[in-house]
């Protein structure tokens, strides 16, 4: 007939060979083959064959979750997403997919103690062009980063430990899968989806979904390896590292910027008076969510350096400067006429 769709119903055989009753005159329907199924040509499905392809799919996609190769994760394009002072942000926000040791739960209370029980899996950055920002990770077969079932979050940050802007949020839906190769779907794990939020806010706002980040003090963001960062920061330019990077990489500066005709002055000298005696002293501002090993050498006649072991002491090791005094005086003899700190960035 013409206008009428065609649907596969799904009938059992047995049913199909019951007395027929009376029914308008038409086409005969397929007589099936005792024991198997028959496909008809009807204008419904009927409430039996719902059922049974709702109960198939409902399981289809509880069982999905559970296992994928790759891991799509982010926002979506052209979204006003905001800081708390509602300044746009800007590409030094970063994302990174992850979850917390086991036991651990993230609150706004707490945000002190969460890079030291994160477990990062990917990161990226966002895009201030695009308003975006978007990966795809794999799941690793084996030495996953997380386990099984285990919360993931997206965390996002910016700033230091002193004054940094961040947001916290997971979905209900949002477990590690099982690595599974033969399921080429990426699971989505995007921004909408989010039903928790355990920092800033995620909204619906002129129709459109907008993150606000939320202030942050104290608290010291996910760590930067020295391999991470030259990915991110020197492989992506295209050029070679240079001596000055490792400096770059302890106070956060941005090696794609141009820098001054003069090196900038990072290491900061300075003479302190105690008891009634001067002592060296050398001041490095420093980020501590960049791993560095510091190397303290003196010398005596600048060309010679060995390690100040004996000659000097670390007097502070704070969030924002790593602080060195020479032990003598600098009246005494004994006391070497130079002194360095050269960091050494963990990979």
């Given amino acids: 007939m013409p206008g009428v769709r065609d649907v596969i119903s799904l009938q059992n055989s047995k049913a199909m060979n019951q007395t027929p009753s009376k029914r308008p005159a038409g086409p005969s329907p397929i007589r099936p083959i005792p024991g198997s199924w028959s496909v008809s040509r009807s204008l419904t499905v009927t409430p039996s064959c719902r059922i049974w392809i709702g109960s198939f799919l409902l399981a289809l996609l509880l069982l999905l979750p559970a296992s994928a190769e790759r891991i799509s994760w982010g926002s979506l ?3 006003d997403h905001v800081t708390s002072l509602g300044q746009p942000l800007n590409a030094g926000f970063q994302f990174e997919l992850g979850g917390f040791t086991k036991g651990f739960v993230p609150t706004a209370q707490n945000t002190a103690d969460w890079s030291r029980h994160w477990i990062p899996v990917q990161r990226t950055r966002f895009n201030p062009d695009t308003r975006w920002f978007t990966a795809l990770v794999h799941v690793p077969t084996q030495n996953p980063p997380l386990e099984s079932g285990d919360t993931v979050y997206i965390w996002g940050f910016s700033g230091s430990e002193s004054a940094g802007e961040w947001t916290l949020f997971r979905s209900e ?7 599974n190769r033969a399921n080429p779907i990426p699971l989505q794990w995007f921004v909408k ?3 928790q939020i355990v920092l800033g806010s995620i909204r619906l706002a002129d129709g459109q979904i907008r993150l606000t980040t939320a202030s942050v003090t104290g608290s010291l963001p996910p760590v930067t390896t020295w391999t991470q960062w030259l990915s991110e920061s020197i492989d992506h330019g295209g050029r070679t590292p240079t001596s000055e990077d490792a400096v770059d990489f302890v106070l956060g ?9 003069t090196p900038t002055r990072w290491l900061q000298p300075s003479l302190q008076t105690r008891s009634g005696q001067e002592f060296l002293e050398i001041r490095v501002p420093r980020r501590r969510d960049r791993p560095v090993r510091w190397r303290i050498e003196v010398s005596d006649d600048c060309l010679s350096w060995r390690p100040a072991s004996m000659d000097c002491e670390v ?3 704070g969030p924002e400067a790593f602080v060195v005094r020479q032990t003598a005086p600098t009246s005494a003899p004994t006391c070497p006429r130079f002194l360095r700190v050269i960091p050494e960035p963990v990979r």
Avoid: E, F, L, N
């Avoid at 839906?173 to 690595?179: G, L, S």
């Avoid at 500066?253 to 005709?261: C, E, H, I, W």
């Fill in 193 to 195: 989806d989010a039903t």
């Fill in 253 to 261: 500066r941005d090696p794609s910027m141009a820098r001054a005709a």
């Fill in 173 to 179: 839906r949002w477990v590690w899968p099982k690595a």
């Fill in 77 to 79: 394009p052209g979204q």
């Fill in 315 to 317: 007097v502070d090791d």
